[in-house]
């Protein structure tokens, strides 16, 4: 899979979930904080791959970037 560069928007702690929003697309993708690393937070810049959800293209294997 192609790991593709983003920045975490709208994440919200309490309900477990935010979104991505794809560097080079502008795309924005849902993901699940089980997807993601303990320390997530917004404005973090992370890389990520797309993965077929219920309802779309969601963000998985999500790594802060360094």
């Not at 979104?19 to 924005?28: H, L, N, Q, R, V």
């Not at 219920?54 to 294997?61: E, Q, S, Y």
Request: charged share 25%.
């Amino acid at each position: 899979m192609v790991m593709l560069k983003g920045r975490v928007e709208n994440f919200n702690k309490n309900k477990s979930y935010g979104f991505i929003k794809d560097t080079i697309s502008g795309e924005k993708y849902f993901f699940y904080v089980t997807d993601a690393f303990p320390d997530i937070n917004e404005g973090i810049i992370v890389s990520f791959e797309l993965d077929s959800g219920d309802r779309g293209t969601i963000a998985i294997t999500i790594r802060p970037v360094q």
